[in-house]
């Protein structure tokens, strides 16, 4: 979820590159750091093991706009991709409003760009967010491998139904094209909520002034709610 | 396909909005507390990592990257807890080799962080905490949090009304340092 903060006139959104292990997410991170100006992003923080591995995340902040008279800024994590560290991306997965999959194009990988996927559908089901409904993209790295396995074979195997980037991390191949495509299509999503809630409020304002203020005698009970002064969107 | 959400659906999850008033009443309380407690900083972060308010004498301090490692901390030590078989966790307390970092959770949403110097008694900084605490959450549209004997200081029930955020004629003025406010 987005935290809009009307004093600073901040809007911030986390985006979280998730994946396979050694799949190439801090590649990712770590190639946007590098090719931002300092001005637009913060410093590379990183929770790694000795061997530079992700323990617990990378992060990295980027700033890019102004929409609207407020300060956009999205905040870029990945997660680690083993399956023992579920808990970890679970807690950095925590309101989360964009995802980035990198998947692993070796095909030697392909156990682990399974189990990369059930271990993120897993985190987000178990903070009650629905893996469908979440802005999400896979990017199918390391491209300029000898033997990639060919696109089609990785939708297949993934199940793929959303739009795909096919990437070398370590070029920078489609990594800022991949960035793109997740911050638009969040910064849509927030829009849509946005309107939706203007909306919602502005019925049940309409509601609210509608209603007499003393129930009348005909007026239905609790038990059987008056249709008309429902909500619309389920709220 | 990645479906929007459409007006026929409920949105799933919902974005933390702080208006103006209640950031700036928010950013009045830290630092108050700040003074009170001799704090270098005194933060609230939601629980994804996002920065709501915050104040603090070390402006070097990258608070972006805070918010992150807070948010991450505090989960992680919620995780710890629960493998332990605590089933809440309200407050966490690093000694270092200068400084005391507090970590406290307002509300369900929210997380409070207070750095101070070693040297600055750990209790006072609990007892500050927990006094605004039932505050900062009302501002912040959270249910006041009723944190039983795990406080260091009792907490207003939760029909109390918030304390004023003016302070009395005779208090102390604030402590400077604290001008620079973040977030």
């Known amino acids: 979820m987005a935290v809009v903060n009307h004093d600073t006139r901040e809007v911030q959104f986390k985006i979280v590159y998730c994946g396979t292990p050694l799949g190439g997410k801090t590649t990712n991170l770590i190639y946007i750091h590098n090719r931002l100006a300092p001005a637009m992003r913060g410093d590379l923080a990183s929770i790694a093991t000795e061997q530079e591995r992700t323990l617990f995340f990378d992060f990295l902040p980027v700033h890019p706009t102004i929409i609207a008279g407020y300060d956009t800024r999205f905040q870029l994590y990945s997660v680690p991709g083993q399956k023992i560290y579920g808990e970890t991306r679970r807690i950095v997965l925590t309101g989360v409003d964009g995802i980035v999959f990198v998947a692993d194009s070796d095909p030697d990988r392909v156990e682990a760009n399974l189990e990369a996927l059930e271990s993120t559908r897993e985190a987000l089901a178990s903070l009650n967010r629905s893996f469908d409904r979440i802005p999400l993209f896979f990017q199918f790295n390391k491209r300029d491998l000898p033997g990639a396995m060919a696109p089609e074979e990785m939708d297949e195997m993934l199940e793929v139904r959303r739009p795909t980037f096919l990437a070398s991390a370590a070029t920078g191949y489609n990594v800022f094209a991949t960035l793109d495509a997740v911050t638009q299509k969040v910064l849509r999503e927030f829009h849509i909520r946005r309107r939706l809630r203007a909306q919602r409020e502005a019925e049940q304002a309409a509601v609210r002034q509608t209603k007499p203020l003393t129930p009348s005698p005909v007026e239905p009970s609790r038990g059987s709610p008056d249709p008309s002064s429902e909500v619309a969107l389920g709220s | ?183």
């Open chain 2, 1 to 183: 396909m990645n479906d929007s959400p459409s007006e026929s659906e409920p949105l799933d999850w919902d974005d933390v909005e702080v208006s103006a008033d209640a950031a700036d009443r928010a950013e009045d309380l830290l630092r108050d507390f700040a003074a009170d407690a001799e704090l270098d900083m005194a933060v609230i972060v939601d629980r994804s990592g996002g920065m709501v308010a915050g104040v603090a004498s070390r402006p070097d301090v990258d608070v972006d990257t805070v918010g992150a490692l807070v948010a991450g901390a505090f989960g992680a030590m919620r995780s710890l807890a629960r493998e332990l078989g605590e089933a809440a966790i309200v407050e966490s307390l690093h000694h270092g080799g200068k400084d005391t970092i507090y970590l406290r959770q307002i509300g369900s949403r929210y997380i409070l962080l207070a750095v101070a110097e070693l040297n600055q008694p750990a209790g006072i900084v609990r007892e500050r905490a927990a006094q605004i605490a039932g505050p900062l959450a009302g501002l912040l549209g959270e249910p006041m949090e009723a944190t039983g004997s795990q406080s260091a200081a009792p907490t207003r029930s939760p029909e109390a009304a918030p304390p004023s955020l003016t302070p009395p004629p005779n208090a102390p003025a604030p402590q400077s340092g604290y001008a620079y406010d973040i977030g």
